[in-house]
């Protein structure tokens, strides 16, 4: 199977999970089909990365549309409010894709120069670090909107405070250094998914924040690391109702089959198709959902 195969069947997963998302009435399932999308894309972000003719190039086209979809994020935000319409758009993975690109040529970086890989870390995580926390500040007691923050994220290509937060950024590092050897794939993927598994069943990390910290710091790590930290501490163990219905990103090792069977051949692709598709079926399924609920 081709990277471009992959990438098609990503995009009829997402399509499906922001039906099942936007649209009043719609079965649960569709959101569960829609966590095939972001592995595929990720592992198809990983090999373009390799594959690509012009690596700047390439950066340019995710960082420009991470901050003019944030950007449209922010102006439908200013129409929610002016209308009193009860949901806005807060989707962009093109931040996200962005960012876990980001990392993975800073991780190369430091492996080409390891002279220069300490200083390239201390600058690179105190940036992620000083940013998230200017963002968590600037959110809590400045009580700045969500929208207003999230350009603000996509301006400076965080890795922490995008759409799935650091692990949807590992998980792209993952698949760029294992997309070779499908043994070490699985094992670090089912790794990944246990996770996302173990948060859901037993909320214990969320727990584990609780212990050591306050509400204030579960709601930052939440907000950094993707996972659904809040309510852990008084959440039922294998709390099924909970894990199908509210924490259910651990289904995605539903992608490893597809994951193992891409070869790594590019495919023939209409290269900008994606980057115009994403954000006009997100605006166009939220239309239609408010509309329904009008």
């Keep these: 199977m081709s990277v471009t195969m992959l990438k098609r069947i990503a995009l009829l997963a997402m399509a499906v999970n922001y039906i099942g998302a936007f649209i009043p009435g719609m079965p649960i399932w569709f959101q569960w089909i829609g966590r095939l999308a972001a592995p595929l894309f990720f592992y198809g972000m990983a090999w373009s990365l390799d594959k690509t003719h012009d690596k700047r190039q390439y950066f340019k086209r995710l960082y420009m549309c991470s901050v003019l979809m944030a950007l449209v994020n922010l102006l439908l935000s200013f129409a929610v409010q002016k209308t009193g319409l009860t949901t806005a758009v807060t989707n962009n993975i093109f931040a996200t894709l962005f960012a876990g690109a980001l990392f993975i040529e800073v991780l190369e ?98 727990k584990f924040f609780m212990l050591i910290g306050n509400d204030v710091l579960v709601a930052f790590m939440e907000i950094t690391t993707g996972l659904v930290l809040w309510g852990a501490s008084f959440r039922p163990i294998l709390d099924v109702t909970h894990m199908l219905n509210n924490d259910f990103q651990w289904m995605m090792v539903i992608a490893l089959p597809l994951l193992l069977a891409c070869n790594g051949k590019r495919g023939q692709c209409k290269k900008y198709f994606y980057y115009i598709f994403y954000p006009a079926h997100v605006y166009l399924l939220w239309f239609l959902g408010v509309v329904i609920l009008k």
């Design 109 to 206: 970086y430091g492996r080409k120069h390891p002279k220069k890989r300490l200083r390239l870390w201390l600058i690179y995580g105190g940036w992620q670090i000083a940013f998230a926390l200017i963002w968590a500040a600037l959110y809590e007691l400045a009580e700045v909107p969500y929208a207003i923050l999230s350009l603000f994220s996509s301006l400076g290509g965080s890795a922490l405070m995008c759409e799935g937060a650091f692990l949807y950024v590992l998980m792209g590092a993952l698949f760029y250094y294992t997309k070779e050897e499908k043994g070490k794939l699985t094992a670090g993927y089912l790794l990944l998914c246990l996770v996302f598994f173990l948060n859901a069943a037993f909320g214990i990390w969320g």
